[in-house]
């Protein structure tokens, strides 16, 4: 069964400093990863995807995304963050033989100041 | 493009009373539509997926009969919450699907 992890409920970051949010995975075969953002009381938000090819993947707003197979792993990244970043990322991985049914982790808030 | 509608955006009601929820895909067909429940500050929780023209299979422990999913169309899928209760205060999001899976804006139940 697959599952997705994000090992930090919360990250706070200073405006300007780069940011990464965590996730790992487990799945059988290869995996399809993403990563969304949810802004208070609205829907999710598609940043970026991982299906195949290079390992460093660009999104939306800034973002970026780095498969490390050895390490199952898929962190979220900005260069620099903006206040206006703050809000809640999901990772997620869609299911094996389930069409694009997606597990997601439990998410991370994140938080940035001034 | 791949924009999905959901309505309405919240909706309040009274114990007992049944509510609707319609999501649309305004710009592409989609074959299959999921329909997630999401409690404060916790992570998205499948309820069920919706395929065009039949029933829609529901997850462990979510009742089929409690809520009741419709996917009439290629653009519409509806998720009836019958006889809701406080309990079902939740916000209630869907997606749409062709080659992934865009999601709605969510609609938040309120039940008095």
């Known amino acids: 069964a697959q599952s997705v992890a994000q090992p930090e409920d919360q990250v706070n970051v200073a405006e300007g400093n780069p940011l990464t949010v965590k996730c790992t995975y487990s799945v059988s075969g290869n995996p399809y990863l993403f990563w969304y953002v949810q802004y208070p009381n609205r829907g999710l938000q598609f940043l970026l995807k991982y299906i195949t090819g290079d390992n460093l993947v660009k999104g939306s707003y800034g973002f970026e995304a780095e498969f490390n197979k050895s390490q199952t792993s898929f962190h979220l990244k900005k260069p620099s963050a903006l206040v206006s970043d703050s809000a809640l990322y999901f990772c997620?991985?869609?299911?094996?033989?389930?069409?694009?049914?997606?597990?997601f982790g439990t998410g991370t808030q994140l938080k940035v100041e001034l | 493009g791949a924009v999905v509608s959901q309505h309405p955006s919240w909706v309040i009601c009274k114990s007992g009373t049944s509510v609707k929820i319609e999501c649309r895909s305004l710009d592409f067909q989609a074959t299959t539509m999921f329909w997630y429940r999401q409690f404060p500050k916790q992570s998205l929780m499948l309820m069920a997926t919706s395929n065009e023209g039949s029933k829609a299979t529901y997850e462990q422990g979510v009742e089929k009969d409690k809520f009741l999913i419709n996917h009439a169309s290629l653009t519409l899928s509806t998720l009836t919450v019958t006889s809701a209760h406080p309990e079902d205060s939740s916000f209630y999001i869907c997606?749409?699907?062709?080659?992934?899976?865009?999601f709605g804006p969510g609609t938040r139940l309120t039940v008095l």
């Open positions: 997620a991985v869609r299911v094996t033989g389930g069409g694009n049914k997606l597990t």
């Open positions: 997606s749409a699907s062709s080659s992934e899976q865009f």
